[in-house]
């Protein structure tokens, strides 16, 4: 070997030692937490003989599946490279069956744990206080009891959500210490009480979802405090109406749904709406509403569903409607409302639910798109059946097809040349067979046997 390849060797190989012992790594007490970590959340295959930062078989799922991520991951710009730390913990759908850890305070540098959609039971601990997260997703296990008040000192948090487990009591007044909040969801728990007014403070939430629970009270004014709110779910929280004024400055709302408020009957009008020009989900459902649909709601030329169900709302369906045609749903089901249904919802209306109203049907045809189903009144047609009963008599300008028209099915003049063809080859077949003597053998046969 020449002394230049043995130089050029040699170099190589001082390279590769060089960023062997420089490579990063993760602080011996980091590690000793993740296998504690393992034992209380039931994570039996992570591969502690690998990198946990290095993103090997066990630690990283290298082509997750939407829902089913799996991550450690660590940031490894410390000490110039040298040193790691783990900054999110991703095990969503694990079939995990344990507890949550109490001591995430021992990663000094972790901002996510997202542990969605597994079997995991118990409490938040308080000790999770002291962490600095920016995201804590527990969505859809069995956790249980109230939220502990210390989650309100996580200045650093953005998004929380705690959906479809068993939480109960009353919120903390501290989680409106959390000033840079963005998400907050608690749907589909067993939360009580009132809105705590702290929650005014939370002016940088965007997305609120609370449908599903037990609060009690009013709708509280403060929500037009959270004027960078883009998403609100209330839904069969328990809460009721009406829904308040000030929800008017909320321009940036693209999805508004308020549904099932508790109330005595007391209706209330049309909530001010018209500043919402980026809405494109609009649920105003149950929401005991009262008087004529506003004729801002067409200037929502975004909207994808429109539920107006089962209000009180009366009158016309005014002619600005015309601007929500593009809707893929539209249901004003179970109101009040009357008169004639306009003629772009009978021509061009798809998924459209006027059921349950008192409409008055011009067309003796029921439309194909349009439920008018339990409608009161049913234009000229006669008769004193119960209108959910009738069948209306179509166009006079309808025929049905004659047997002379040409269609794709099949005529049954060639129905019956079929059968009639199929039988005389049967009978042609079975001389064929008489004749060679077919029958006598299987006769003579059966004489044999017996």
Not at 30 to 52: C, H, M, Q, Y
Not at 193 to 221: H, M, S, V
Not at 345 to 374: A, T
Request: aromatic share 10%; glycine share 10%; charged share 15%.
């Amino acid at each position: 070997m020449s002394f230049s390849r043995l130089l050029f060797a040699s170099l190589i190989a001082f390279g590769l030692a060089a960023y062997a012992l420089g490579a990063a790594v993760l602080p011996e007490d980091e590690v000793k937490a993740l296998r504690d970590i393992a034992k209380t959340l039931g994570k039996k295959d992570w591969n502690f003989s690998a990198d946990p930062c290095g993103g090997q078989w066990g630690w990283a799922n290298p082509h997750p599946v939407e829902g089913s991520e799996y991550a450690v991951y660590c940031n490894c710009t410390f000490s110039n490279g040298t040193i790691c730390h783990v900054t999110s913990i991703v095990l969503k759908n694990q079939n995990l069956q344990g507890s949550l850890p109490p001591d995430l305070s021992r990663f000094p540098y972790l901002q996510e744990i997202d542990l969605s959609r597994n079997y995991l039971n118990g409490t938040i601990p308080r000790e999770w206080g002291a962490t600095q997260m920016v995201n804590i997703s527990l969505v859809g296990n069995r956790f249980t009891g109230p939220i502990p008040k210390e989650i309100g000192k996580i200045r650093t948090l953005v998004n929380f959500t705690v959906e479809f487990n068993q939480f109960s009591g009353v919120l903390p007044p501290e989680l409106g210490n959390l000033s840079r909040l963005e998400k907050l969801h608690l749907t589909s728990n067993k939360f009580t009480g009132p809105l705590p007014a702290a929650f005014e403070k939370l002016t940088t939430l965007k997305d609120f979802r609370i449908g599903d629970n037990q609060f009690t009270g009013e709708i509280p004014d403060l929500i037009q405090k959270w004027t960078n709110l883009q998403k609100l779910v209330i839904q069969g929280s328990g809460l009721s109406g009406p829904i308040p004024p000030g929800i008017a400055v909320l321009e940036k709302m693209t999805d508004l749904r308020i549904s099932d408020l508790q109330g005595n009957g007391t209706g209330a009008p049309f909530p001010p709406l018209a500043n919402m020009k980026k809405l494109k989900i609009l649920i105003l459902r149950s929401c005991n509403i009262i008087g004529r649909i506003p004729d801002f709601v067409g200037e929502f030329s975004g909207l994808k569903t429109l539920d107006l169900s089962f209000n009180k709302l009366e009158g016309e369906i005014p002619d600005s409607f015309l601007g929500v045609k593009q809707a893929a749903y539209i249901y004003l089901t179970g109101n009040e409302l009357n008169g004639s249904v306009p003629d772009w919802i009978i021509k061009d209306g798809k998924s459209v639910d006027l059921s349950y109203n008192n409409f008055r049907n011009e067309s003796s045809c029921q439309q194909r798109y349009i439920n008018l189903f339990g409608s009161a009144s049913m234009g000229n047609v006669s008769g004193r059946t119960v209108p959910c009963l009738r069948i209306p008599p179509c166009q006079k300008n309808f025929k049905p097809p004659s047997e002379n028209s040409s269609s794709t099915g099949t005529s049954v003049g060639t129905v019956v040349g079929i059968v009639a063809a199929a039988v005389v080859f049967v009978f042609l077949i079975l001389g064929i067979l008489w004749w060679k003597g077919c029958f006598g053998q299987k006769i003579s046969m059966s004489h044999g046997i017996f």
